[in-house]
């Protein structure tokens, strides 16, 4: 019976060593499967918070960029409009010197006619002859003749002591003249340094925009973020449209005589002569069928003027992330028009302005490698199709 109790014994106590080790395989093999999925969940972890900081550093380095080339655009518009301003003095100070010169000509020839007149004087006088004046005066025989004599010799030494003096006026105003001359040749001088200046800053200005360009556009393509840049940027623009569309005030009629907007349609002319590269509706580069053009953009000429479409005020006049120097104009019964990527404003917020009337000039501003202007029309926040509206 004792080995038979052995065995069971040792039967018994193998059950329990196999049981306790397969207990412990499935309880190792648990902690490592726990294991495996804690280090997995830190990866994932870790890579969201890589992806997120990818995403904040592109985004920083997106607004970084914006805020140089808002900053760049300004100053080159500043630059600008300077030089617009000593091109028009220039030709201001060029027209008064060309009045100044024609002025001067003008009395150069008054001057020689009235050398020419007393010379003339001198010479009849010396003709005449002092004798033959004394001779007269002493002549008793003709008191009449030598009173009419004596006449005539008063009369023309006035005369000639008039032109004398006159001589003696126009000498001085020639002087005049020419020292006035020389200070506006001077002022012209300066003007025309100031502006070769202006000019030197403004293409500076334009090839660091470039370099920005370049850099911003080689970074969205990197980060793969030009979806989501393309929809920050419609975003910003549809909070732009809102923020204008609450705090602004009912718009007055600024001529009683001006057609209501919406009475318009298929009447309006375009903002500038070119062609529409990009049309309304059409679907954006960026794949996304969802993302479509909501505007137009029209290839123009450089510095060619944008104009109003119609009549109404113009309630934005500055920089915008993305479409650059913009404007945009209230028509009333809450139609708007917007003018993008402009070179030039010729306009500030809270003027009037009548249909075609000249408000800016066409650029490349807000990050644009090619010449041409984004134009959109809304009703309150929504665009609508601008070709319905403009015609050639």
Not at 35 to 51: D, G, P, T, V
Not at 209 to 232: S, V
Not at 246 to 268: C, M
Not at 335 to 361: C, P, R
Request: a neutral charge; charged letters at 30%.
């Amino acid at each position: 019976m004792t080995p038979h109790f052995v065995d069971t014994t040792n039967s018994f106590i193998c059950s329990i060593f196999l049981a306790s080790c397969f207990i412990s395989n499935a309880t190792i093999a648990a902690n490592n499967s726990y294991s495996e999925k804690a280090i997995a969940l830190q990866n994932i972890q870790k890579r969201i918070k890589e992806i997120e900081l990818r995403i904040k550093s592109a985004q920083d380095e997106t607004n970084k960029s914006q805020q140089e080339l808002r900053d760049n655009e300004i100053n080159t518009t500043e630059t600008l409009t300077d030089l617009h301003i000593i091109n028009a003095k220039i030709s201001e100070k060029k027209s008064k010197l060309e009045e100044m010169l024609f002025e001067q000509a003008e009395h150069d020839a008054a001057l020689k006619e009235e050398k020419e007149k007393l010379i003339d004087q001198i010479r009849a006088a010396y003709q005449i002859g002092h004798n033959d004046y004394l001779r007269l005066i002493l002549n008793q025989e003709h008191p009449a003749l030598v009173r009419r004599v004596l006449a005539y010799y008063d009369y023309h030494n006035r005369i000639r002591s008039e032109r004398i003096e006159q001589f003696k006026e126009s000498l001085i105003s020639l002087e005049k003249i020419q020292s006035a001359i020389k200070d506006e040749s001077v002022k012209l001088e300066e003007l025309k340094l100031k502006h070769k200046t202006k000019l030197s800053d403004f293409h500076e200005f334009r090839a660091t925009r470039r370099d920005i360009n370049i850099r911003l556009a080689k970074y969205i393509e990197e980060q793969g973020i030009k979806l989501q840049i393309q929809q920050e940027n419609e975003r910003q623009l549809r909070i732009l449209f809102q923020g204008l569309k609450k705090n602004k005030v009912v718009t007055k009629e600024v001529f009683k005589e001006a057609p209501r907007f919406n009475t318009l349609k298929g009447k309006l002319n375009w903002p500038v002569k070119g062609t529409l590269s990009k049309e309304y509706g059409a679907n954006k580069k960026s794949g996304d069928l969802n993302l479509k053009w909501q505007g137009v953009l029209i290839n123009a000429e450089m510095g060619a003027k944008v104009t109003a479409i119609s009549s109404g005020e113009i309630i934005f006049a500055e920089w915008f992330r993305h479409l650059g120097l913009l404007i945009i104009i209230d028509h009333g019964d809450s139609f708007m028009s917007l003018y993008g990527h402009n070179q030039n404003i010729l306009k500030n917020m809270g003027d009037w302005v009548l249909a075609d009337e000249a408000i800016a000039t066409v650029g490349d501003s807000g990050g644009q490698s090619d010449t041409a202007l984004y134009f959109e029309i809304r009703k309150g926040t929504e665009p609508i199709n601008p070709s319905h509206w403009c015609k050639w």
